[in-house]
């Protein structure tokens, strides 16, 4: 019987995530990746060219895509050792998802949250589960009004960090919520890393993705802080930055906020308030 662990990846097409899957040893993990499109999924997978990748596609902005490739998922794995919420965009012009939410948050956080409590039974199969969130220094600078969320009038770093911001948060609710289950959950900041974030803005992304990728730092540093998350002992509950254990801001350990933001997020995801584990 293999020993390997499950390894899901979103956001495994590009960036951070596609060198951290370069940089996982085949002989330790079977890894699952997902991406936006067929067509980067195919691009991905036949650059990586190896058996143990299975890459999947999914509009993290679109709940009935999310439940589909949770489905897929279920069916080919039992367990999910460990799941890397990765993927993210930017939009340079904000934009709104099918239900009304500004894009930026829909993609960057609220399908994770989605895909992470449809896979929650799966994960915590595992007998050490891990659950890492990419978040990003970005959310220092978050503000987060649940009441503002189809807001097209927030410039696009505020749309970013409050993503990133409800990440952490995120981090915090669901700890409590699973304290009493032997699973680790964690949060990063991987360093300012030149990746396609911009991309998704037509020819002004292509030249901003660009400009992104000579002042960042390369994709394989970020992905090595991605592995630190992965590999660490004692990262439960806490943030790290450059793989360096770092204290929240007081807006970031705010417990009474991530629980409005968790029942916030199951209405908006159609899920009960209650976590069924």
């Given at each position: 019987?293999?020993?390997?662990?499950?390894?899901?990846?979103?956001?495994?097409?590009?960036?951070?995530?596609?060198?951290?899957?370069?940089?996982?040893?085949?002989?330790?993990?079977?890894?699952?990746?997902?991406?936006?499109?067929?067509?980067?999924?195919?691009?991905?997978?036949?650059?990586?060219n190896s058996d143990h990748i299975q890459i999947f596609d999914c509009d993290l902005s679109d709940n009935n895509s999310v439940h589909q490739l949770s489905e897929t998922i279920k069916?080919?794995?039992?367990?999910?050792?460990?799941?890397?919420?990765?993927?993210?965009?930017?939009?340079?012009?904000?934009?709104?998802?099918?239900?009304?939410?500004?894009?930026?948050?829909?993609?960057?956080?609220?399908?994770?949250?989605?895909?992470?409590?449809?896979?929650?039974?799966?994960?915590?199969?595992?007998?050490?589960?891990?659950?890492?969130?990419?978040?990003?220094?970005?959310?220092?600078?978050?503000?987060?009004?649940?009441?503002?969320?189809?807001?097209?009038?927030?410039?696009?770093?505020?749309?970013?960090?409050?993503?990133?911001?409800?990440?952490?948060?995120?981090?915090?609710?669901?700890?409590?919520?699973?304290?009493?289950?032997?699973?680790?959950?964690?949060?990063?900041?991987?360093?300012?890393?030149?990746?396609?974030?911009?991309?998704?803005?037509?020819?002004?992304?292509?030249?901003?993705?660009?400009?992104?990728?000579?002042?960042?730092?390369?994709?394989?540093?970020?992905?090595?802080?991605?592995?630190?998350?992965?590999?660490?002992?004692?990262?439960?509950?806490?943030?790290?930055?450059?793989?360096?254990?770092?204290?929240?801001?007081?807006?970031?350990?705010?417990?009474?906020?991530?629980?409005?933001?968790?029942?916030?997020?199951?209405?908006?995801?159609?899920?009960?308030?209650?976590?069924?584990?």
């Open positions: 019987m293999s020993n390997k662990k499950n390894i899901l990846i979103t956001g495994a097409t590009s960036g951070i995530g596609f060198q951290t899957c370069k940089l996982l040893s085949p002989e330790k993990f079977n890894i699952i990746g997902t991406g936006s499109s067929k067509k980067s999924c195919a691009n991905a997978t036949k650059k990586l069916s080919q794995f039992k367990t999910i050792d460990i799941l890397v919420n990765n993927a993210g965009t930017l939009y340079v012009k904000p934009q709104l998802d099918s239900k009304g939410i500004e894009k930026t948050f829909s993609v960057n956080y609220l399908g994770h949250y989605l895909l992470t409590r449809l896979l929650i039974k799966n994960i915590l199969n595992s007998n050490s589960p891990r659950i890492i969130n990419v978040s990003s220094v970005a959310h220092k600078r978050g503000v987060l009004d649940l009441s503002k969320l189809n807001d097209v009038n927030l410039t696009s770093f505020q749309a970013y960090s409050r993503s990133k911001l409800a990440q952490i948060l995120f981090m915090k609710i669901l700890s409590e919520k699973l304290h009493t289950k032997n699973v680790t959950i964690s949060s990063l900041h991987p360093g300012l890393i030149g990746t396609n974030l911009l991309s998704k803005n037509g020819f002004l992304g292509n030249l901003l993705t660009v400009g992104h990728k000579l002042v960042g730092k390369s994709t394989t540093s970020g992905a090595k802080n991605v592995l630190f998350n992965i590999e660490a002992e004692n990262t439960h509950n806490k943030y790290f930055s450059n793989s360096k254990n770092e204290k929240l801001l007081n807006h970031a350990n705010d417990i009474d906020k991530a629980s409005e933001l968790w029942d916030f997020s199951a209405k908006l995801c159609d899920l009960p308030i209650k976590l069924e584990i």
